[in-house]
């Protein structure tokens, strides 16, 4: 099905380690979204970037878009338990229609 | 503002039997997307329905169907169930005018025996 590439599938860190998501399209987007799952509940929306080269930061957070506006990541500083989920990007196909990334699922151990 | 709430949220079923799955989205959201959620494929999008009607489709046979009433509320129907329908059904509601963030609700886990 259609699906947008996300890097790596799993990754485990040790707490207060960092962690990056990696999030690629082979075609350009207007924007793209990411939402977190944690173990057991649904997706929840955090942030949407509409902007070539945005940034932008929730606390430990960084997200950020490319230049080319076909690739985007989070990145997570100092990791903590609570971040543990699977981290999901999105972006729009066609109007109205988001289509999910692979997903990472972050572990993090104490 | 409550959030979006789908019914039930588990569900046993046999092959070949249909259900029926819930959800019902914010006040004043008007957009309703399904999607399906499996350990091997992710998420994927089966529809989106704005105003009683089907705005978008995914790519699923046509045992899945869905529909929208006038109060936004949705449904979603699996016909001849397999056993590779199991999964966490998840509906997500928006305001429907744009690009929006979704609002996901709880999900009904389906298990197909």
């Known amino acids: 099905g259609q699906q947008v590439m996300q890097i790596p599938q799993y990754q485990h860190v040790q707490e207060g380690e960092d962690f990056t998501t990696y999030c690629n399209s082979s075609?350009?987007?207007?924007?793209i979204q990411w939402y977190k799952q944690r173990p057991g509940g649904h997706p929840v929306f955090l942030i949407q970037?509409?902007?070539?080269?945005e940034v932008k930061k929730q606390k430990r957070l960084t997200f950020q878009f490319g230049e080319a506006k076909k690739n985007s990541s989070l990145h997570i500083t100092a990791t903590q338990t609570t971040d543990v989920g699977t981290y999901f990007c999105?972006?729009?196909?066609?109007?109205?229609?988001?289509?999910f990334g692979t997903g990472t699922r972050l572990k993090v151990l104490a | 503002k409550a959030g979006v709430t789908q019914t039930p949220r588990y569900l046993i079923k046999t092959r070949g039997q249909q259900v029926t799955l819930s959800c019902s989205p914010i006040?004043?959201?008007?957009?309703v997307s399904w999607y399906q959620q499996t350990p091997g494929q992710g998420l994927q999008f089966l529809f989106e329905?704005?105003?009683?009607?089907?705005?978008n489709k995914g790519n699923f046979p046509g045992r899945f169907s869905g529909r929208q009433f006038s109060n936004s509320r949705s449904e979603m129907n699996v016909s001849t169930l397999e056993l590779g329908d199991s999964a966490l059904y998840l509906c997500?509601?928006?305001?429907?005018?744009?690009?929006?963030?979704?609002?996901f609700g709880s999900g009904t886990q389906l298990s197909v025996l």
């Open positions: 997500a509601s928006s305001p429907g005018q744009g690009t929006e963030k979704l609002f």
């Open positions: 075609t350009t987007l207007s924007n």
């Open positions: 970037l509409v902007k070539s080269g």
């Open positions: 999105s972006k729009p196909s066609g109007t109205y229609k988001y289509i």
């Open positions: 006040s004043g959201h008007r957009s």
């Open positions: 329905y704005f105003s009683e009607t089907q705005r």
